[in-house]
Nanobody, 115 residues
Framework: QVQLVESGGALVQPGESLRLSCAAS????????MGWYRQTPGKEREWVAF???????HYSDSVKGRFTVSRDNRKNMLYLQLNSLKPEDTAVYYC?????????WGRGTQVTVSS
């Protein structure tokens, strides 16, 4: 079993920044693909960013240039740096990890951007 625990979500004003973390444990591997998704009430879960096992990063158009995804395999951690936050970034952010054995999710962390 893989366990993923997100943290770092908060209530912030537009233009501010946050850093989200995802701690992984269990049946994990250094070359797993890892990513972030987000979801707001009444909407489908949206892909945000991911980093491959070869450290290649990819972003959705809505966050490109503002968010940065990274990983630290020694610490089994995944990060998402959120800069220049906008109200439309408000969502529950979920950590995702994928390998040959399955696809795994955390329970999410709430990010709210409001003035």
């Amino acid at each position: 079993q893989v366990q993923l625990v997100e943290s770092g979500g908060a209530l912030v004003q537009p233009g501010e920044s946050l850093r989200l973390s995802c701690a992984a444990s269990g049946r994990i591997f250094s070359d797993d693909d890892m990513g972030w998704y987000r979801q707001t009430p009444g909407k489908e879960r949206e892909w945000v960013a991911f980093v491959t096992g070869r450290d290649s990063t990819h972003y959705s158009d809505s966050v490109k240039g503002r968010f940065t995804v990274s990983r630290d395999n020694r610490k089994n951690m995944l990060y998402l740096q959120l800069n220049s936050l906008k109200p439309e970034d408000t969502a529950v952010y979920y950590c995702n990890r994928e390998n040959a054995y399955g696809i795994y999710w955390g329970r999410g962390t709430q990010v709210t951007v409001s003035s």
